[in-house]
């Protein structure tokens, strides 16, 4: 299975979400006929940062959906990525159901662009996740590093190629660059090391990408960047995703999320290897937050973002040794 475009993780910080795509009750009548309902209402959603969703309540089914538009993938890519959705749902893993079509499939199109559709989780979508709720976030990771069948995982995302790489040198801030290619350079080896146990991974574990139900559990969303991945690179993620206040590193928070990590799988984790998976996904971050921010969207409002990532790892070092 061929991966969709990278998905940009980000550390947590709200922000305008712009609407690709508009629908009206027309567009969506005949997008969800072959799903065997009919729209009563529509709102756009301000989650997600690559596809535009709505919230959809219909005639035909009980729980209202949420319609996704995937902007950056074509037909093919768009039906593997429901298939890799249907799978992971049927097998346990905490999240929303995608629907079916009434021909079997679960992708539609308008005006050339796939379409998706999911059920709507009602719960509440933090900017930042509360600290009660780091262990359980750990724990819904475990159960994702937990699932045993790889045969149809896409390959790995979160690396930067060579292109990638020489692009870097081509940055104009010298001195993130050199910051990238010095620390990639020390901790590249955690993509290569296949002694480590991998499986399936999610990418993108932060805040924005999980619904905290009212019964206190957490539903994981966006799996654009799901694959076939080391664990510990996955974990890392999570942590630059979730342990931050600001742009610093929080020791306790991290003791939180790891805690509930390691309640639901019992795994020895070597720190340096923990520490040096974190900092690779933060120079993969910053690499794409540069990328996006500084160079193809500069109308974002958002320039200078990418040098929190620094600012991050240098308190991650600082205080990892209060982890463990």
């Given at each position: 299975m061929a991966p969709g475009p990278i998905k940009i993780a980000r550390i947590a910080r709200r922000c305008v979400v712009p609407l690709y795509t508009p629908l009206t009750l027309d567009d969506l009548s005949k997008i969800l006929k072959p799903y065997d309902c009919e729209p009563i209402s529509h709102a756009h959603l301000s989650a997600g940062v690559e596809n535009t969703n709505y919230r959809v309540r219909t005639r035909g089914r009980l729980q209202d959906g949420v319609l996704t538009v995937l902007e950056n993938r074509d037909l093919s890519s768009a039906e593997a990525y429901a298939g890799l959705l249907a799978r992971l749902h049927a097998s346990g893993i905490p999240m929303p159901r995608i629907w079916r079509r009434r021909d079997g499939g679960h992708v539609s199109v308008h005006r050339g662009k796939p379409v998706i559709v999911s059920d709507h989780i009602s719960g509440h979508c933090h900017d930042v996740l509360p600290s009660e709720f780091l262990p359980v976030a750990g724990r819904a990771l475990a159960s994702v590093h937990a699932h045993s069948?790889?045969?149809?995982?896409?390959d790995p995302v979160v690396r930067l190629g060579e292109s990638d790489l020489q692009h870097i040198?081509?940055?104009?801030?010298?001195?993130?660059?050199?910051?990238l290619l010095e620390w990639h350079d020390k901790v590249c080896y955690v993509t290569e090391d296949d002694s480590l146990p991998r499986g399936l991974t999610h990418g993108d574990l932060f805040a924005d990408n999980m619904i905290v139900t009212p019964r206190r559990d957490v539903v994981i969303l966006d799996w654009e960047n799901g694959a076939n991945d080391y664990h510990v690179l996955d974990l890392?993620?999570?942590?630059?995703?979730?342990?931050?206040?600001?742009?610093?590193f929080d020791a306790n928070r991290a003791r939180l999320l790891l805690e509930g990590y390691q309640s639901k799988r019992v795994v020895r984790l070597s720190p340096d290897r923990l520490l040096e998976s974190i900092i690779y996904a933060a120079v993969f971050t910053a690499y794409?937050?540069?990328?996006?921010?500084?160079?193809?969207?500069?109308a974002s409002g958002k320039q200078g973002y990418y040098r929190e990532i620094p600012t991050f790892v240098d308190s991650l070092i600082a205080r990892w040794s209060a982890v463990f």
């Amino acid at each position: 299975m061929a991966p969709g475009p990278i998905k940009i993780a980000r550390i947590a910080r709200r922000c305008v979400v712009p609407l690709y795509t508009p629908l009206t009750l027309d567009d969506l009548s005949k997008i969800l006929k072959p799903y065997d309902c009919e729209p009563i209402s529509h709102a756009h959603l301000s989650a997600g940062v690559e596809n535009t969703n709505y919230r959809v309540r219909t005639r035909g089914r009980l729980q209202d959906g949420v319609l996704t538009v995937l902007e950056n993938r074509d037909l093919s890519s768009a039906e593997a990525y429901a298939g890799l959705l249907a799978r992971l749902h049927a097998s346990g893993i905490p999240m929303p159901r995608i629907w079916r079509r009434r021909d079997g499939g679960h992708v539609s199109v308008h005006r050339g662009k796939p379409v998706i559709v999911s059920d709507h989780i009602s719960g509440h979508c933090h900017d930042v996740l509360p600290s009660e709720f780091l262990p359980v976030a750990g724990r819904a990771l475990a159960s994702v590093h937990a699932h045993s069948s790889t045969d149809f995982l896409p390959d790995p995302v979160v690396r930067l190629g060579e292109s990638d790489l020489q692009h870097i040198d081509s940055f104009s801030d010298s001195t993130f660059s050199s910051w990238l290619l010095e620390w990639h350079d020390k901790v590249c080896y955690v993509t290569e090391d296949d002694s480590l146990p991998r499986g399936l991974t999610h990418g993108d574990l932060f805040a924005d990408n999980m619904i905290v139900t009212p019964r206190r559990d957490v539903v994981i969303l966006d799996w654009e960047n799901g694959a076939n991945d080391y664990h510990v690179l996955d974990l890392g993620m999570a942590v630059l995703g979730l342990t931050g206040v600001g742009a610093i590193f929080d020791a306790n928070r991290a003791r939180l999320l790891l805690e509930g990590y390691q309640s639901k799988r019992v795994v020895r984790l070597s720190p340096d290897r923990l520490l040096e998976s974190i900092i690779y996904a933060a120079v993969f971050t910053a690499y794409h937050r540069y990328l996006k921010h500084e160079i193809a969207d500069r109308a974002s409002g958002k320039q200078g973002y990418y040098r929190e990532i620094p600012t991050f790892v240098d308190s991650l070092i600082a205080r990892w040794s209060a982890v463990f």
